[in-house]
């Protein structure tokens, strides 16, 4: 199986957090692959630099150190976020959804509006 990680679910890997479901911490240890998307990476600049999250390090070094995946964001990514309905006003989702339905992988979410748009998802 290979997973692609909302952004929230990469941080509590990180911290091992226990909000992060036992079914979940399984398919990450035993996933072919995990990514984690440039999205994502933005998106943590962008509260860390609003003082909303701490982080110590780079996400790059961040995902490195787990043995994930980088996930760039492509222009095949953004056609298929133009096509998505808008059930999700959040940026980062919806292109973690379009980079999910693309690249045929499961989001490891907690996030219960992603099921609106049918992707194969492994809940928080």
Excluded: C
């Amino acid at each position: 199986m290979k997973l692609l990680l909302d952004t929230h679910v990469f941080l509590w890997w990180r911290e091992n957090n226990p909000r992060l479901s036992r079914e979940a911490r399984k398919a990450i240890a035993t996933a072919e692959l995990v990514f984690v998307s440039a999205a994502s990476a933005w998106e943590i600049a962008i509260k860390s630099g609003a003082g909303r999250l701490r982080i110590d390090g780079s996400v790059e070094e961040w995902v490195e150190a787990s043995g994930f995946t980088r996930l760039p964001v492509h222009f095949r990514h953004a056609a298929a976020l133009a096509g998505l309905p808008i059930h999700h006003r959040d940026p980062f989702d919806r292109m973690l959804i379009a980079q999910a339905s693309t690249e045929g992988l499961v989001l490891v979410t907690g996030d219960r509006r992603f099921e609106q748009y049918g992707a194969p998802v492994i809940w928080t």
